[in-house]
């Protein structure tokens, strides 16, 4: 891809961006991340999420088009709110999740993707990887820190309140455990600060 071209693309994800921050719609936790990785002029971010917690309706938690989220948090949750979402909602089959943080930043090249590639796993983001190798090269920084399991399966309740307590100071912790490996990724971008 040639220079223009490249610098065409990533002005155009960067206001993007900043028109999603005034409409509220980039979680507020990694702007100050998003912002470090778009400063390095061989990356920029597209679709990033700062880890979340979700309830979610469908027949399996993989059918992406067709699962339908009930509530959402970036944040700790407490167990009353869970009962709330819950008991609010007469799906058959409902599903609770923890998704860990994701970041997918396009590399100006195969040598820059591997560079941060190398340099996410090594940050504790071991389930990353290159995601498109067509006119963008696309390398999706992933951790491991999930947990899906049914909360209400063919109508039927599976978890009770004393359950629900337990799931959530579990999601809650892995919850953590993702957002605390973003300082992390963001020593890459400091460390080719200092070295360039």
């Given amino acids: 891809m040639s220079t223009n071209k490249w610098n065409e693309l990533r002005d155009l994800a960067l206001k993007q961006l900043e028109e999603h921050k005034l409409q509220g719609r980039v979680d507020q936790d990694i702007v100050w991340l998003l912002d470090l990785i778009n400063s390095s002029p061989d990356y920029y971010t597209t679709s990033s999420c700062s880890g979340r917690i979700q309830v979610a309706a469908g027949a399996h938690p993989g059918d992406k088009g067709k699962l339908r989220v009930i509530a959402k948090w970036h944040r700790i949750i407490q167990p009353e709110e869970l009962t709330l979402v819950l008991s609010s909602t007469n799906e058959d089959n409902v599903w609770f999740s923890v998704h860990p943080p994701i970041f997918h930043v396009v590399a100006r090249d195969l040598r820059a993707a591997k560079r941060l590639l190398v340099a996410a796993r090594n940050s504790g983001f071991k389930h990353s990887g290159i995601q498109g190798l067509g006119k963008r090269i696309i390398v999706e920084i992933m951790s491991m820190e999930k947990i899906e399991t049914p909360l209400r399966l063919h109508g039927i ?28 990724l963001a020593e890459v971008f400091y460390s080719r600060d200092k070295t360039s």
């Fill in 157 to 184: 309740q599976i978890v009770g309140y004393d359950s629900l307590v337990l799931l959530v100071e579990a999601a809650n912790q892995a919850l953590l455990r993702g957002k605390r490996r973003l300082s992390r």
